[in-house]
């Protein structure tokens, strides 16, 4: 009996020393006294490159804990000091994070680091500013850097357009945990959702309808909506990247500009674009030329995935046959890679690197200007071969990384694959390391979570898919996997559940699963 009290001692100690932040820092260490936080607290920035962070600090502060900090430049104590390291301390968005009694001192070479710092210290504030004022914050020597470069999240808005408010608020949480790429999937079947100058029917008849209702209005973004978005991403250090899907899920754009469609098979019409046509290829040119003007990413994603759900028109369509011949190919394979290879020889004219799904690993695409998605978790060879081929990935694998899985037995509302669904620990303990050799390292980007949204018609549905498995994702990308820990895990993650409450978003609870049932959805397709 004593032996078992000494271990539960010990348990709770160690969680007692845990730092109460979400990614887990890769280095800290806990220090004597409080920080005594308040409105008088003056923040001080040492680097006038540095003043765009610090508004944003002052934003937050106020935003979310209800406090107005001013910014000055002459030091006192106490106070919140924003300092500029040598370029040389640490890679890329690394920081540190100083907290002591009588200041707290944000360093980092560059701003993305700062930028980071500043969400670390705005989880500590959230979390003590729930428990009364002045807030008083632990002290901490925190020094930390990112896993992974890429720590990314997908949302598709062309099965449901959920808008800029939305989008916005997932760039919020995106930012408060670090995850720093947003996927945009804005083309497929359901609708078009990018404004395009030069058609402007690919929004206006494309863009009617999502997949819940083929007829509601047309509802998409305008050029300048994009620019706000991205500005606001960008602010927050997320870099988005649009996906114009091709050769196929094609449909919306068809609807617009049938001249351009390849056909598709009974179960999915009209699903291609023709890759036989020159105009096709002057169509999409021109709009990758536009799209590319609103992202400064530099990345397009062209989709490339399941072409063959719906290419079996080609095997009757007069330019795809004369085109097989003219060019010797053996297969509708071959005219998908072909389609490909000239799309991206667009992109790559735009000095664009070429993001597609993990089909096309078995093109001949230049591996210098290319990022492979691997999402068939039931085909690792898949991420073997694009490895083996040089390509850089990403991994993305339905299993455990699609946030359109339900995430407990008792959920009815989403997709899972041969019994198997998301939980929030199998997200959690989603490892790369484990996929690829060593050597291959070097070319894993990152991970990426992806929210498809055939099932998910309403905002508090999307937070349910979300919230927490958001939190899981940017531990499994930013903590190394020898720091990463699935009991401390949960406890910090309980804390941060009374952000959410704060925040009235509808999470799913898996410590009290019934806290928020599931959203039952009219409509919406049950499994
Ligand atoms: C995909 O899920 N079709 C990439």
């Known amino acids: 009996m004593r032996f078992f009290l ?26 004597e006294g409080k920080f005594s936080l308040s409105s008088n607290t003056p923040i001080i920035v040492g680097d006038e490159a540095f003043r765009p962070q610090a508004n944003y600090l002052q934003q937050e502060m106020l935003r979310s804990a209800d406090l107005t900090l001013n910014l000055q430049n002459k030091s006192t104590a106490p106070a919140i000091i924003i300092n500029r390291l040598k370029p040389d301390a640490g890679k890329a968005g690394s920081y540190q994070l100083l907290i002591k009694a009588n200041e707290i001192r944000i360093s980092s070479a560059s701003e993305e680091g700062i930028f980071y710092a500043i969400n670390s210290l705005m989880q500590l504030v959230r979390e003590s500013a729930l428990k009364g004022y002045p807030v008083l914050i632990n002290s901490w020597d925190i020094r930390d850097q990112p896993q992974y470069a890429w720590r990314g999240l997908m949302l598709d808005e062309s099965r449901q357009f959920f808008g800029k408010e939305t989008v916005k608020f997932i760039l919020d949480w995106m930012a408060f945990y670090k995850l720093n790429r947003f996927h945009w999937h804005l083309t497929d079947e359901p609708g078009w959702r990018i404004e395009i ?77 023709n890759p036989a046509k020159k105009e096709t290829y002057d169509f999409l040119t021109d709009i990758l030329k536009e799209t590319n003007s609103l992202f400064p990413s530099d990345m397009v994603h062209l989709g ?93 694998p339905r299993l455990p990384l699609y946030f359109d899985f339900v995430q407990d037995s008792t959920h009815r509302v989403g997709r899972r694959w041969e019994g198997g669904f998301n939980t929030l620990e199998r997200v959690y303990n989603f490892s790369p390391a484990k996929l690829h050799s060593a050597e291959q390292t070097r070319l894993v980007l990152g991970i ?24 899981a994702l940017a531990e499994a990308s930013w903590t190394r996997e020898q720091n990463k820990g699935y009991k401390g895990f949960e406890e910090r993650l309980k804390a941060h559940m009374e952000i959410y409450r704060k925040d009235k978003i509808y999470f799913f609870n898996p410590f009290v699963p019934l806290e928020n049932p599931e959203p039952r959805i009219a409509g919406a397709k049950d499994n």
């Open 6 to 31: 000494i271990l539960i001692c010990i348990g709770a100690s160690a969680f007692a020393q845990q730092l109460p932040v979400i990614p887990l820092p890769n280095q800290y260490v806990k220090l």
């Open 197 to 273: 100058k030069k058609y402007p029917k690919l929004t206006l008849v494309g863009g009617i309808g999502d997949f819940t209702n083929r007829f509601s209005p047309a509802k998409y973004y305008t050029q300048d909506e994009i620019r706000e978005i991205v500005a606001y991403a960008r602010e927050r250090f997320i870099t988005v990247i649009p996906e114009i899907d091709m050769p196929g899920h094609a449909g919306a754009s068809n609807r617009a500009y049938p001249e351009y469609s390849g056909g598709g098979s009974e179960k999915y019409p009209d699903f291609t674009f």
């Open 304 to 396: 490339g995935d399941e072409v063959h759900f719906g290419n079996e028109n080609w095997n009757k369509d007069a330019h795809v046959q004369q085109l097989m011949k003219e060019k010797k190919m053996p297969d509708l394979k071959s005219v998908e890679h072909y389609f490909i290879q000239r799309m991206a020889d667009s992109l790559a004219k735009m000095n664009n690197k070429v993001l597609l799904w993990d089909e096309a690993a078995d093109s001949d695409l230049p591996p210098a200007n290319t990022v492979i998605f691997w999402w068939r978790h039931d085909k690792p060879a898949q991420l073997k071969h694009a490895l083996s081929k040089g390509y850089q990935v990403v991994l993305s």
């Open 448 to 471: 990426q979570g992806a929210l498809w949204t055939e099932r998910i018609p309403q905002v508090n549905k999307l937070e349910y898919m979300l919230f927490p498995r958001i939190s």
